[in-house]
Structures are given as C-alpha cells and as structure tokens.
C-alpha cells in the first residue's frame, strides 16, 4: 500500500487517500484540511468483481469499502456528514434506506440518492461520502464552535 504523502496543489494541502477496494488509478479519497472526500464506491470485491446482483448486498458491501477507505484515514462511518447514492433502480431506494440506516444508525449523515442510468459492469449502486475530522475535544459534527 503506498504511503500517503501530503501533495500541493490549488485547494492547499491534499492528501490522498488510499485503501484496499477498486478505485482504479485514482486514490480511494483525498482529505483536505480536515475534511475526506471519496470518490464512487461500489459494493465489488477487491479484485472489483460485483459481490452480488442484489442491491441490497452491492450496498452493505459498498459501506464496508467506504469503512475500509475511512479506516486507512482514521475515521469511520461515524464521521460521514453527508452522502451522494448512486443508484441505477429507484425501485431498490427502499431496500438501499434500511441499509444505510442500519450502517449509519447512531450519527445519520445528509443524503442524497441520484438516479442514473447505469453504472460499470453490472453494479446497481455507487456511494460518495463527506467526512470530517472533528476538533480535539469536541463533538463528531462540531466543527464551528
């Protein structure tokens, strides 16, 4: 696994993130002053092999990945402050909201699910994720005070 070393560039001081799932060439995530951004996680294996052709499996999977990439930056799940969903089936939205509650159930994020009309090699739902690195001594979500 490469090392993350601090890369400059416009937006200040970037660090790329890397984790063991499929974000080809790219980094998994990149932080920026506090703040972790990730790029489209889906629910695939570490080889990028869809885990299963239920939505409901490719999402638990998908949310696994994204500890794993907000593990290798020391955060977690319960530091996410806002999600995108990508789904190709609006009529799985249901099955994907249990999911998300059940992985997110202590500190829900914002949400916000897209339709879109497909994505790579048969995958049925792809995450984003915000998280943030709260101030010493305070709470997750404050970060103002």
Known sequence: MAEN?????????LRPVRA??????FPAAVECNGFTFTGAISGVDKSGKVV???????????????????TA????LAHVLQCTIYLTDPRNTQAVD???EAAFSENLPAISMVEV?????????????????????KDVYDFMG
């Open 5 to 13: 070393k601090p890369e400059a560039n416009v937006h200040g001081l």
């Open 98 to 100: 249990k999911t998300l």
């Open 117 to 137: 009309s497909g994505l790579r090699d048969g995958r049925k739902i792809a995450i984003e994720a915000v998280a943030g690195r709260p101030r010493e001594g």
């Open 73 to 76: 930056n020391g955060q977690s």
């Open 20 to 25: 063991e799932v499929d974000a080809g060439p």
């Open 52 to 70: 299963s052709p239920l939505c409901s499996e490719q999402t638990a999977r998908a949310l696994e990945n994204l500890e794993l990439v907000l």
